[in-house]
């Protein structure tokens, strides 16, 4: 990236004596994964064209327990979940943005009864509001008339209810958005989740991602539009599987509207 | 001896209605082997979810066809069974069509009418109902074998009997035919039968005598059906869950020890507190269904073996071989085995070496889970099947540290470094700069 990212940490804004407006949490595969360390950039592009005060935790955010709870493995999960909100606490942290929809789901739903309850947003629903304070500021031109489609995450979607924002979002591109059959609350999961990301699929005919691929490119979309880490890397694998690589891209929403600006 | 048909009425309906209420019971007593849950709150809102979704259908018609027939069978249900009051009474009291007695003629000729035509909707519905289950290539139901295939064609046989009982009971009943009003259908069925008063009386009184029956055997039957769901969609919907889909529970016993492990005050050589309020769970998850909830074992009952789940599975569409529909099916049927096991030994369950994990439901199904819920929206009554394979999967993790290996990787970079892959902590903010 060209410009130079303005990124603060809780511990910088402490020491100013101020607080953020909001705490962008970046999540394991946003820090670490290649792909994902992209979308981060390209959301945190986006806060800094909007001007928002935001903090990250560093070196202090550890892994929210999200995939070891979904893997059967409570006491990781709590014991994470107590050390960040620990942590959390600490800052007087009230609201949180996140771009991966099983931190989202996570600290939104799983960690007010172990005692850390925030304002939890995702980053497709930030963005949204961001653009309708007239914060952000989209130019239609880069992806006018392509064919997107968004593949629903299945933590923001069917778990949590969130059709709207992202699809609202992208509609500021004036980009031609284009469903799936199988979509909103009936979308097929991208086979990440519930920890599969971390391990080899069981026996079948085909792995998940194959079949969700096949259902995205039914649309003949130039973009397939995601707003997961890992719906992303399914996606990307699917594509490369496919050999659409050429013809078709996997983007998240923040990546869209970061090309938008 | 005029009493004689109004005693044998009366006997049949007591020894029906006993014996249903009595298997009732073994079916409640088998739900409360589950653990106790709390669902005494959100009581409007609960309220509401039964009204819309079990009363009003709300997700059966997603599915529109399915959704459609089923509304008629389910309305025809519900409305024909009125006529089953009057059957009742007549019965008990040896008077005929006591409803022309207290109704207008009109209105009586309305209701009956209203029967007879949804009685021929529901005949309909019933053959489109076979014809998708045994012609037409419908996986959900092509892939059942067996005693639920066969399970699900004698519930249509049954209603195919009483609706044409219903009607044959009506067009051979000689004063009903001649008052004229209510025999909408009947009156194109009468001609097919003798003109003897005689054989139409005979053949009358028999349609009405093995239509009560039959209803009778029909109660009774549900017990041991997949076709309990017309009673328990009802509690299932009010019980089901209302928090959202993504939302799993945090493990009290677990939140405990947590706490315990990381207080600094802590002694870590003390012993339990004496008056230890909260009861310590036997064990950590689930491996058998007394250690699911009450609610996920009324799930169990309720579940009408329909597939929409398992169609809708992205594990199951790409030929893993987890299907929720399965993991119900298992669990009702552990239940059972568990229910009956208990009635043989005098009251008490007697260790039989057989458990819910392993020989019913195995590791491979639990572990092809994306826990995409995509199943829990599928299912027309509320039932959730991820709330189970959660439980057993806690079950293989924390009490068994069976997860797959990679998993095991996956948690021990998360203990170690705070992320699931082996990247230090410290590193976290390095894409800043990169």
Not at chain 1, 122 to 138: C, P
């Amino acid at each position: 990236m060209s410009e130079q990212l303005q990124v603060k940490t809780m511990a910088e804004y402490m020491a100013e004596g101020k607080q953020p407006e909001v705490l962008f949490w970046v999540g394991s595969a946003g820090s670490y994964d290649d792909r994902a360390k992209k979308i981060t950039k390209a959301f945190v592009k986006l806060l800094n064209n909007a001007g928002v005060e935001f903090a990250v935790l560093g070196a202090e955010e550890s892994n929210t327990g999200d995939v070891a709870k979904r893997a059967g493995n409570e006491f990781l999960f709590q014991m994470q979940a107590m050390m960040n909100i620990e942590v959390l606490n600490a800052y007087e942290i009230k609201r949180i943005v996140t771009c991966d929809p099983h931190s989202f789901n996570c600290i939104k739903n799983e960690y007010p009864s172990l005692g850390g309850v925030y304002d939890v947003v995702h980053h497709t629903q930030y963005i949204k509001q961001l653009i309708d304070a007239g914060r952000l500021s989209v130019k239609g031109d880069t992806y006018k008339g392509k064919r997107i489609t968004f593949h629903d995450p299945c933590y923001l979607g069917r778990a949590n209810s969130e059709f709207h924002a992202p699809r609202s979002v992208l509609r500021n591109t004036n980009a031609n958005l284009v469903e799936m059959k199988k979509n909103k609350r009936f979308a097929l999961c991208c086979g990440a989740g519930g920890a599969q990301m971390f391990k080899e699929p069981e026996k079948g005919d085909k792995d998940v991602n194959i079949l969700r691929t096949e259902q995205a490119l039914e649309t003949t979309p130039d973009i397939i539009a995601t707003g997961c880490p890992y719906c992303n890397t399914m996606m990307t694998d699917g594509i490369k599987a496919k050999e659409k690589e050429d013809t078709v891209t996997v983007l998240d929403v923040a990546e869209v509207l970061a090309n938008s600006l | 001896m005029n009493y004689l048909p109004n005693i044998i009425f009366a006997l049949i309906l007591i020894a029906g209605i006993g014996y249903f209420a009595r298997n009732i019971k073994k079916l409640i007593r088998n739900i409360k082997l589950g653990r106790e849950v709390d669902a005494s709150d959100n009581k409007s809102q609960r309220w509401k979810n039964m009204a819309r979704i079990a009363l009003g259908q709300s997700k059966m018609v997603v599915r529109p066809i399915a959704g459609f027939l089923h509304i008629i069978v389910y309305v025809g249900f519900i409305i024909i069974n009125i006529e089953v009051l009057e059957i009742i009474i007549d019965g008990l009291f040896g008077t005929h069509r006591i409803g022309l007695k207290v109704l207008p003629e009109s209105v009586y000729g309305f209701l009956i009418g209203s029967f007879e035509i949804l009685a021929v909707l529901v005949l309909i519905a019933v053959v489109v109902f076979w014809l998708r289950r045994n012609i037409i290539n419908i996986k959900r139901f092509k892939s059942l074998k067996g005693w639920p295939k066969n399970d699900g064609n004698i519930i249509l046989y049954f209603e195919v009997v009483l609706m044409c009982l219903f009607l044959v009971m009506n067009a051979t009943d000689t004063s009903f035919q001649n008052m004229g009003a209510g025999n909408v259908i009947s009156q194109f069925i009468s001609p097919w039968f003798s003109d003897n008063p005689d054989t139409l009386h005979l053949i009358e009184r028999s349609a009405w005598w093995l239509h009560i029956v039959g209803i009778l055997v029909f109660l009774n039957y549900l017990y041991f059906s997949k076709h309990l769901h017309i009673l328990l969609a009802f509690p299932n919907t009010y019980y089901g869950k209302l928090t959202p889909k993504g939302q799993f529970n945090n493990l009290e016993a677990v939140t405990n020890e947590v706490k315990l492990m990381m207080d600094p005050n802590a002694d870590p050589f003390a012993a339990p507190a004496e008056d230890d309020n909260a009861e310590e769970p036997a064990k950590f998850g689930a491996s058998d269904v007394m250690d699911l909830n009450r609610i996920q074992l009324l799930n169990a009952y309720t579940c009408t073996e329909c597939g929409r789940c398992t169609s809708e599975c992205p594990a199951n569409q790409t030929g893993k071989k987890l299907s929720p529909r399965k993991i119900m099916m298992d669990t009702r049927d552990r239940l059972v085995e568990v229910g009956k096991n208990i009635d043989a030994n005098g009251g008490e369950f007697k260790d039989d070496g057989k458990q819910l994990l392993g020989d019913y439901i195995t590791n491979e199904e639990l572990w092809a889970c994306t826990t995409c819920n995509a199943c829990v929206e599928a299912c027309p009554v509320s039932i959730d099947p991820l709330s189970i394979i959660m439980e057993m999967r806690r079950y293989l993790v924390m009490e068994e540290s069976a997860a797959p290996m990679e998993l095991n990787n996956m948690m021990t970079n998360i203990e170690n470094n705070g992320a699931p892959w082996p990247y230090n902590q410290q590193d976290r903010l390095n894409w800043v700069n990169e």
